[in-house]
């Protein structure tokens, strides 16, 4: 059901409610965007779920809630109408004041609910029910847990579900939960409610449909906007360490020195975002940028925002970036990549490979609003190749994926969904949340509440369920009463009784880093602590005065020099298709105009060394003793392909774009390879037996063996993947002997 709309379509204003029209108008607007105008009919019939796919700041939210306030409007009523259901609480707070001004006209009571919204306001809307919500899922679930026999009651008279950010959600924990919350939430009104997300545009939209309304995503109504957008302008530089080697540290990093000059020079007095992927990255940055502020006696106008930041620091820097009277530049990870409304943005910069295509292009999605042209400055940072240069650095991998990644954005293409995976710890929550809310389940209809047709978890079977409850009965999370009715058990009361409860994520314990009684973040706990330790956070330089065990407290003091902390910073999953495009890279001669000299000369170089090895022959290299597999496959492949290679008690691991086998020569690889590509290897479930470390989600430690195996098998193993990769390895090897 996908209908690309186009601005010369527009002709549904005059379907808006007359004070809508003229709330439109009061704004200034010439006319509406294209994918506002093909939303209003769609949505105003409020007989199906609506999926709206367009770039960041092309004008989703208005999308939404023109024809919603309008069909409000003309029907008021008790009770909430239409429940909005956003990823962060500071999306909350923003989407809250800009849908406001238009309810406030329209006399449509508008209420926002997270953890630090006053118990007197939500006490209010409990007593009389109205209007439009605004909640995170883990204030939903709270509703659930603590209010569950009031749900039905106030959502009795609801229209509209609208999920902002929809692509934030999809595959994850969070993802899984808010899918059956709703599902639950219309379960106890017992009709099907209209489901509208918000998405930036996906490179296959019915995946992401079919998350919105899962089994039933072809009934899903697709409006992606024919917008091309702005005009883009992007540069990618590349800087080289002149001093390699395992010894150096960051502050030797010529690299880093040459990236912060270069963005002091070109990013002073306007408002820019810089994304250094990781936090720890995004610390050393900012006081890099800080630091040659100081040097050039001018104001410092660059400061680090990420998600151990506290909430003030973060506002701080957020109001910054509003002010138009203040350029401020915000080194920042992926906190400020959702929609929040952040104002003008001249310039986005990205340093390193991203984490994604989708994510470059929500970055990307920041720069160039109200007509003005979308900025990327790329940057990456590489080392200098010498006679002792490692046989893959000699690649410049990170480059190829920046490039690869770019040019898959120009061709609009980006990640689609990961495939649905069983997210057994989400399931667990979900059992105790539906027990907490009835105050007990029968286990037949608990099944049929949380894995019906519907819901995110009905790929979960009847006996991998009878096998859950078996679980968590012998670890005390679930009793049972006589008549056979699920109760909480007493490691399941005590988690639901606990604040973190109703977060779907693991929630670490960490120390809280103060400075004259100001709080200015969170590091993890197992972070090596001692007084007069100096380190770099909140884009500063600090020495730690004390440290307080007891409450986890560390004082902190101004000084010179520091580094900054490991923060828990993960990288991203590459995909198959971004590793693809690396290799024809490798393997073409086509200069992209956008890099920089420096960068492609690298390209260059690269493509010299990788004909040495000849085409054929460079998917399986000889590199000392050891073998180097390049299937260039995604990092689930990869693994999949390493899981089952140690699985034949070869030592194999993923490094970067490739497969390591340690102490393997050519021969013995080639003839493992031909054992997997023709299909003699152990099932994903009997290859999960062999993995260590399976317990990653927040209840996966309450999960019998089996069951770890059935969830790892589904969320990290890519099986045929990793098969059609061998496959392509002995092709690649026979062709190369043929020659």
């Known amino acids: 059901m996908n209908s690309p709309v186009s601005a010369s379509e527009a002709a549904n204003f005059g379907l808006l409610h007359r004070k809508v029209q003229r709330w439109v108008w009061q704004q200034g607007w010439d006319e509406l965007r294209d994918i506002q105008d093909a939303a209003i009919p769609t949505i105003l019939a409020g007989d199906t779920d609506v999926l709206i796919g367009a770039a960041t700041a092309a004008g989703k939210t208005e999308a939404a809630f023109l024809p919603i306030c309008s069909k409000l409007a003309e029907h008021d009523g008790p009770g909430i109408q239409a429940l909005y259901v956003g990823p962060l609480k500071a999306l909350i707070n923003d989407q809250f004041r800009r849908t406001e001004e238009l309810c406030e006209v329209l006399e449509i009571p508008t209420h926002r609910w997270h953890g630090d919204v006053a118990g007197t306001r939500k006490k209010a809307l409990l007593d009389a029910p109205s ?23 106030l959502f009795a008279t609801l229209q509209y579900v609208v999920v902002d950010e929809l692509h934030s959600f999809l595959g994850s924990e969070r993802g899984a939960q808010l899918l059956s919350q709703l599902h639950r939430l219309e379960l106890a009104v017992k009709r099907r409610i209209p489901r509208i997300g918000l998405s930036a545009t996906l490179g296959d939209m019915s995946l992401a449909a079919d998350q919105l309304r899962p089994d039933h995503g072809d009934q899903v109504k697709i409006l992606e906007s024919a917008l091309s957008g702005q005009e883009l302008r992007l540069q990618l530089r590349s800087y080289i360490d002149e001093r390699p080697g395992t010894e150096k540290t960051d502050d030797d990093d010529t690299a880093v020195h040459g990236i912060a000059d270069h963005l002091f020079a070109n990013l002073r007095g306007k408002t820019n975002l810089v994304f250094a992927n990781a936090r720890s990255r995004v610390e050393l940055y900012a006081a890099e940028l800080a630091d040659r502020s100081v040097r050039a006696r001018v104001s410092n106008e660059f400061h680090a925002h990420h998600g151990n930041l506290s909430k003030e620091l973060r506002e701080d820097v957020e109001s910054m970036l509003k002010d138009p009277t203040r350029p401020t530049t915000a080194v920042c990870t992926t906190t400020l990549e959702m929609g929040i409304d952040i104002g003008a943005i001249a310039q986005v910069a990205q340093i390193g490979p991203p984490p994604s295509v989708a994510s470059l292009r929500q970055r990307l999605g920041r720069s160039g609003r109200r007509d003005e042209p979308a900025i990327l400055r790329a940057y990456c940072a590489t080392v200098a190749i010498d006679a002792g240069t490692l046989l893959l650095d000699r690649l410049q991998l990170p480059l190829m994926q920046t490039i690869a ?28 949340s539906l027990i907490a809310q009835h105050g007990g389940a029968r286990p037949a209809e608990a099944y049929a509440v949380l894995c019906g047709r519907g819901s995110p978890f009905s790929a979960v079977t009847t006996a991998q369920f009878a096998e859950l409850l078996r679980a968590l009965g012998a670890k005390d999370v679930l009793a049972q009463a006589g008549d056979g009715t699920l109760l909480l058990g007493g490691l399941g009361e005590a988690a639901v009784n606990h604040y973190t409860f109703y977060a779907a994520f693991q929630t670490p314990e960490e120390y809280r880093l ?80 956008y890099l920089d000299r420096q960068s492609g000369d690298l390209l260059e170089q690269a493509r010299r060394f990788y004909a040495t090895l000849g085409h054929d022959r460079a998917s399986i290299i000889t590199d000392g003793p ?114």
């Open 131 to 153: 209007g439009i919500l605004l909640i995170t899922p883990e204030s939903l679930e709270a509703m659930f847990v603590l209010r569950g026999t009031q749900v039905p009651r």
């Open 405 to 432: 990644s770019i040019d898959l954005l120009l061709d609009r293409w980006c990640e689609p969904p990961e495939a649905s995976r069983l997210h057994l710890s989400t399931l667990i929550q979900q059992l105790l």
């Open 514 to 593: 103060v400075h004259s009684g100001r709080q200015l973040g969170t590091m993890p706990i197992d972070f090596p602590l001692y007084e007069g330790l100096r380190l770099v956070f909140a884009g500063q330089r600090w020495r730690v005065s004390a440290v307080h065990e007891d409450d986890k407290v560390v004082q902190l003091v101004p000084a010179a020099g520091g580094k900054p902390p490991h923060l828990g910073d993960a990288g991203g999953s590459v995909h198959r298709a971004v590793r693809g495009r690396m290799r024809d890279l490798l393997e073409g001669d086509r200069i992209p105009t």
């Open 626 to 739: 050891d073998t180097l597999l390049l299937p260039w496959a995604g990092d689930r492949e990869l693994h999949t392909l390493a899981a089952i290679l140690n699985a034949t008690r070869m030592e194999a691991a993923v490094d970067s774009a490739a497969l390591r086998l340690v102490g393997v020569p050519r021969a013995a690889a080639l003839s493992a390879l031909d054992k997997i590509a023709a299909g003699r290897t152990p099932d994903p479930e009997q290859l999960a037996r062999k993995v260590k470390g399976k317990a990653t989600e927040k209840f996966d430690g309450w999960l019998s063996e089996e069951l770890l195996c059935d969830q790892f098998a589904s969320a990290s193993l890519d099986y045929a993947g990793a098969v059609a990769a061998a496959r392509r390895l002995t092709q690649a090897a026979t062709s190369a002997d043929a020659i």
